[in-house]
C-alpha cells in the first residue's frame, strides 16, 4: 500500500501519521511538501493535524491555496482516497472537498483529551474493520472542531449516510454531554459523497500502537489496507 502524507508550515502530526502507516502497511509513507505541484501515485493521500501556517485567516484557509492542492483535489475527484485530520478536515473543508465548516470550540478553549466516537457508517473504505454501532477511545487536539453546516447540508449529510463517526458517551449514547465541542449533531467525521475523502477532528494515528495505552484506531488503517 502506497501512502502519501502533505506537510505544511505548522502542522505537527506529520510524523504521528508516519508511524501509524508504516505500522499497518510496512512501507515507509512519501512526506511531499505542500509547494510541490505534483503528487506522487498513490493509494492513500493524507492531510495530517497541526496548525498549518499558524491558523492565520482561519484554519487551513492558507493550506487550502497551497500549490500542490490542485493535483490532490485533482486527484480526490477522480476517487483517489484522501483522509484528511484535524487541520487537514479543516483544509478539506476549506478547499471544497467536504461541506460545512469548522468553527471555534463552544467554549473557546482548546481541547486535548481522549473521547469516545460512535462508528455510524461501517460501509466505508475507512471503517469496514468496524461493525455499527462501535464505539471508540480516540485523542482529540483542537481549537477549531466546533462543525457546522447549514440544515439542507445536514439532512444531505445524514440521508446519504455520510456522517461516519459521531462523539457519543462510553455506551455510544449520543447527547450534548458527549459532544467536547459544540459539533452540529456531534459530528466528528464525515465523507464526500463518493465515499472517497473522509475528514476526522479526532487523531486515529494516536491510538494504533499498545503503547499508546490502546489499539481503538488501528481498524481505520486496516480498512484502508484492506480496501487497497
Same mark, same amino acid.
Given at each position: 500500500m502506497k501512502t502519501v502524507i502533505v506537510q505544511y508550515p505548522g502542522t505537527n502530526r506529520e510524523r504521528d501519521m508516519m508511524a501509524a502507516l508504516k505500522l499497518v502497511t510496512g512501507t515507509? =509513507?512519501?512526506?511531499?511538501?505542500?509547494?510541490? @505541484?505534483? !503528487? &506522487? /501515485? #498513490?493509494?492513500l493521500i493524507v492531510? &495530517? %493535524?497541526?496548525?498549518?501556517?499558524?491558523?492565520?485567516? +482561519?484554519?487551513? #484557509?492558507?493550506?487550502?491555496?497551497? &500549490?500542490?492542492? #490542485?493535483?490532490?483535489?485533482?486527484? *480526490?475527484?477522480? %476517487?483517489? =482516497?484522501? !483522509?484528511?485530520?484535524?487541520n487537514g478536515f479543516q483544509t478539506l473543508v476549506e478547499v471544497g472537498l467536504l461541506p460545512g465548516a469548522l468553527m471555534r470550540n463552544r467554549d473557546l478553549k482548546f481541547i486535548c483529551k481522549d473521547v469516545f466516537l460512535r462508528v455510524d457508517n461501517s460501509d466505508t473504505r475507512f471503517t469496514a474493520r468496524y461493525d455499527k454501532g462501535t464505539v471508540l477511545r480516540c485523542p482529540v487536539a483542537h481549537h477549531d472542531g466546533n462543525?457546522?453546516?447549514? =440544515?439542507? @447540508?445536514?439532512? +444531505?449529510?445524514e440521508g446519504e449516510d455520510r456522517v461516519v463517526f459521531r462523539y457519543c458517551s462510553a455506551d455510544g449514547e449520543v447527547g450534548e454531554a458527549a459532544n467536547p465541542n459544540g459539533s452540529q +449533531?456531534?459530528?466528528a467525521g464525515i465523507l464526500n459523497a463518493r465515499g472517497s475523502v473522509l475528514g476526522m477532528m479526532p487523531h486515529p494515528e494516536d !491510538?494504533?500502537? &499498545?503503547?499508546? %495505552?490502546? /489499539?481503538?484506531? +488501528? %481498524?481505520?488503517?486496516?480498512?484502508?489496507?484492506? #480496501? *487497497?
Open positions: 515507509d =509513507p512519501v512526506l511531499v511538501w505542500h509547494k510541490e @505541484t505534483e !503528487l &506522487p /501515485t #498513490a493509494d492531510l &495530517p %493535524g497541526g496548525f498549518s501556517f499558524g491558523d492565520y485567516l +482561519r484554519a487551513g #484557509a492558507i493550506a487550502a491555496r497551497s &500549490p500542490v492542492m #490542485a493535483d490532490l483535489v485533482k486527484k *480526490a475527484q477522480a %476517487g483517489v =482516497p484522501v !483522509l484528511g485530520v484535524c462543525y457546522f453546516a447549514d =440544515p439542507e @447540508t445536514l439532512a +444531505r449529510l +449533531r456531534n459530528i !491510538l494504533v500502537d &499498545p503503547l499508546h %495505552g490502546g /489499539t481503538d484506531c +488501528r %481498524g481505520l488503517f486496516d480498512s484502508l489496507l484492506d #480496501a *487497497a
